[in-house]
Protein backbone atom coordinates (compact mmCIF):
# COMPACT_ATOMS: atom_id res chain seq x y z
CA UNK A 1 0.00 0.00 0.00
CA UNK A 2 1.71 3.52 -0.48
CA UNK A 3 0.40 6.57 0.92
CA UNK A 4 3.19 9.01 -0.30
CA UNK A 5 2.90 10.28 -4.29
CA UNK A 6 6.32 10.18 -6.29
CA UNK A 7 7.06 12.91 -7.53
CA UNK A 8 10.37 12.29 -8.88
CA UNK A 9 13.92 13.66 -8.57
CA UNK A 10 14.29 17.23 -7.45
CA UNK A 11 15.62 19.19 -10.21
CA UNK A 12 17.55 22.35 -9.22
CA UNK A 13 19.51 24.72 -11.91
CA UNK A 14 19.85 27.72 -9.99
CA UNK A 15 19.72 27.66 -6.20
CA UNK A 16 16.82 29.86 -5.41
CA UNK A 17 14.98 30.73 -2.53
CA UNK A 18 11.60 29.92 -4.33
CA UNK A 19 12.21 26.27 -5.23
CA UNK A 20 13.73 25.69 -1.48
CA UNK A 21 10.15 26.65 -0.43
CA UNK A 22 8.68 24.83 -2.64
CA UNK A 23 10.44 21.53 -1.59
CA UNK A 24 9.61 22.56 2.20
CA UNK A 25 6.51 23.35 1.10
CA UNK A 26 5.71 19.99 -0.67
CA UNK A 27 8.17 17.60 1.84
CA UNK A 28 6.08 19.23 4.75
CA UNK A 29 2.60 18.11 2.96
CA UNK A 30 4.01 14.66 2.41
CA UNK A 31 5.47 14.42 6.09
CA UNK A 32 1.49 15.77 7.17
CA UNK A 33 0.54 12.72 5.06
CA UNK A 34 3.08 10.64 6.29
CA UNK A 35 2.10 11.09 10.24
CA UNK A 36 -1.33 11.00 9.25
CA UNK A 37 -1.36 7.73 7.31
CA UNK A 38 0.64 6.09 10.02
CA UNK A 39 -2.06 6.35 11.97
CA UNK A 40 -4.06 4.14 10.24
CA UNK A 41 -1.37 1.70 8.36
CA UNK A 42 2.57 1.91 8.38
CA UNK A 43 4.00 2.72 5.52
CA UNK A 44 6.00 0.48 3.13
CA UNK A 45 10.35 0.61 3.46
CA UNK A 46 9.96 1.48 -0.33
CA UNK A 47 8.02 4.46 0.12
CA UNK A 48 9.75 6.00 2.99
CA UNK A 49 13.24 5.05 1.48
CA UNK A 50 11.51 7.54 -1.64
CA UNK A 51 10.63 9.93 1.00
CA UNK A 52 14.36 10.10 2.51
CA UNK A 53 15.73 10.14 -1.28
CA UNK A 54 13.86 12.79 -2.49
CA UNK A 55 14.60 14.69 0.61
CA UNK A 56 18.16 13.71 0.40
CA UNK A 57 18.78 14.78 -3.15
CA UNK A 58 16.87 18.09 -3.20
CA UNK A 59 19.71 18.63 0.12
CA UNK A 60 22.89 17.21 -1.38
CA UNK A 61 21.87 19.20 -5.14
CA UNK A 62 21.67 22.39 -2.76
CA UNK A 63 25.15 21.70 -1.14
CA UNK A 64 26.37 21.06 -4.57
CA UNK A 65 25.19 24.58 -6.18
CA UNK A 66 26.48 26.32 -2.87
CA UNK A 67 30.15 24.77 -3.10
CA UNK A 68 30.07 25.80 -6.52
CA UNK A 69 29.28 29.15 -5.65
CA UNK A 70 32.16 29.27 -3.00
CA UNK A 71 34.73 28.12 -5.34
CA UNK A 72 34.11 30.64 -7.82
CA UNK A 73 33.68 33.46 -5.02
CA UNK A 74 37.26 31.70 -3.57
CA UNK A 75 38.71 32.15 -7.58
CA UNK A 76 37.56 35.55 -7.17
CA UNK A 77 39.25 36.66 -4.20
CA UNK A 78 42.50 35.08 -5.48
CA UNK A 79 42.29 36.73 -8.61
CA UNK A 80 42.06 40.08 -6.62
CA UNK A 81 44.32 38.93 -4.12
CA UNK A 82 47.09 38.92 -7.28
CA UNK A 83 45.48 42.00 -8.50
CA UNK A 84 46.40 43.82 -5.14
CA UNK A 85 49.92 41.98 -4.47
CA UNK A 86 50.67 43.76 -8.61
CA UNK A 87 49.58 47.15 -7.48
CA UNK A 88 51.11 47.26 -4.45
CA UNK A 89 54.53 46.39 -6.02
CA UNK A 90 54.12 48.73 -8.85
CA UNK A 91 53.38 51.65 -6.03
CA UNK A 92 56.50 50.08 -4.83
CA UNK A 93 58.53 50.73 -7.02
CA UNK A 94 56.91 54.37 -8.08
CA UNK A 95 57.86 55.19 -4.45
CA UNK A 96 60.93 54.34 -4.69
CA UNK A 97 61.59 56.38 -8.13
CA UNK A 98 60.14 59.20 -7.11
CA UNK A 99 62.63 59.37 -3.54
CA UNK A 100 65.51 58.76 -5.98
CA UNK A 101 64.39 61.89 -8.19
CA UNK A 102 63.69 64.51 -5.27
CA UNK A 103 67.07 63.24 -4.07
CA UNK A 104 68.58 63.99 -7.12
CA UNK A 105 66.83 67.50 -7.59
CA UNK A 106 68.30 68.21 -3.77
CA UNK A 107 71.69 67.45 -5.15
CA UNK A 108 71.69 69.60 -7.92
CA UNK A 109 69.82 72.65 -5.95
CA UNK A 110 72.53 72.50 -3.52
CA UNK A 111 75.27 72.73 -6.53
CA UNK A 112 73.23 75.71 -7.66
CA UNK A 113 75.58 79.18 -6.87
CA UNK A 114 74.10 81.00 -3.35
CA UNK A 115 71.00 82.70 -4.98
CA UNK A 116 71.08 85.73 -2.56
CA UNK A 117 74.10 87.89 -4.09
CA UNK A 118 72.04 88.18 -7.46
CA UNK A 119 68.79 88.73 -6.26
CA UNK A 120 70.60 92.37 -4.73
Known sequence: MKFARSIGPAQIEQPSETNS???VTEL???SDAFRQNNNK???SADDLSALLRRVTEASMQEI???MGELHGLRNKL???AN???SDITKYTQLSQSILQLAT???DNVKKLPDASGIAQ
Open 21 to 23: RAN
Open 28 to 30: TRE
Open 41 to 43: DEL
Open 64 to 66: ENL
Open 78 to 80: QND
Open 83 to 85: RIQ
Open 104 to 106: VIS
